[in-house]
């Protein structure tokens, strides 16, 4: 069974610009998440997809980012405009019903 | 404000030696979780304590949730090198995971 998998796994751009990652989760799985770690800090939710419904996105951090999950599978976290503190690495997550959650392996998003 | 602290953050010991590493927090979870992070990969789940007091063994690692569910521990015995990484406490709460910062574990040949 393929696990989760992150496209790109680096990404870096400058300030001002626009970056698409994607997530395609483990199939079947209609639960799927994306965390983002900054540097020094831990591992934070983002937002929480059920197929194609945001279930909950309270820890989206402003209107610069926007999720999507079209069809219910793959998952798409656009970043416009880029920020400086954008950098990090952003982490998706599947599950099944109230499974254990299955992460990816990141990007790893730089800005300069 | 963490809600979950680990500590220690880093730890660098000889193979073969034991080692304990914490995680508190002031609220109440109703499962911990452990999570292991190699470098470059996402965190993979070693183990899920729900029960308070509950001990989990997995190999020479021992998982203990606390009586108040609100504390677990990770023990490593005979520490490997193999056993280098990074090791997250995580706390379910609604469908959301609230991880700790990590203790970055470095075992010496």
């Known amino acids: 069974e393929a696990g989760v998998t992150q496209f790109p796994s680096h990404s870096v751009i400058e300030k001002g610009q626009t970056v698409t990652l994607r997530c395609d989760p483990i199939?079947?799985?209609?639960?799927l998440y994306w965390y983002r770690r900054v540097m020094g800090k831990e591992i934070k939710f983002l937002l929480h997809?059920?197929?194609?419904?945001?279930?909950?996105e309270s820890g989206m951090p402003n209107n610069r980012f926007l999720a999507e999950r079209t069809g219910g599978t793959y998952s798409t976290l656009k970043v416009q405009p880029a920020e400086l503190e954008d950098s990090g690495v952003y982490f998706c997550?599947?599950?099944?019903?109230?499974?254990?959650?299955?992460f990816g392996d990141g990007t790893r998003l730089s800005i300069l | 404000t963490q809600l979950l602290e680990q500590s220690p953050q880093f730890l660098s010991i000889q193979e073969g030696e034991n080692l304990t590493v914490y995680c508190n927090s002031s609220?109440?979870?109703?499962?911990l979780q452990w999570y292991r992070q190699e470098p470059g990969e996402g965190p993979v789940l070693l183990v899920t304590?729900?029960?308070?007091?509950e001990v989990k063994k997995l190999k020479r690692l021992t998982f203990q949730f606390g009586d108040a569910r609100k504390d677990s521990s990770l023990h490593i015995t005979a520490a490997q090198p193999g056993d280098t990484g990074l090791y997250l406490c995580?706390?379910?709460?609604?469908?959301?995971?609230?991880f700790g910062k990590g203790t970055r574990l470095h075992i010496l040949p």
């Open positions: 609220s109440v979870f109703s499962s």
């Open positions: 995580a706390g379910r709460r609604d469908d959301k995971i609230i």
């Open positions: 199939s079947g799985h209609d639960n």
């Open positions: 997550a599947s599950s099944q019903d109230w499974g254990p959650q299955h």
């Open positions: 997809f059920v197929k194609e419904s945001k279930q909950d």
């Open positions: 304590v729900v029960t308070g007091g």
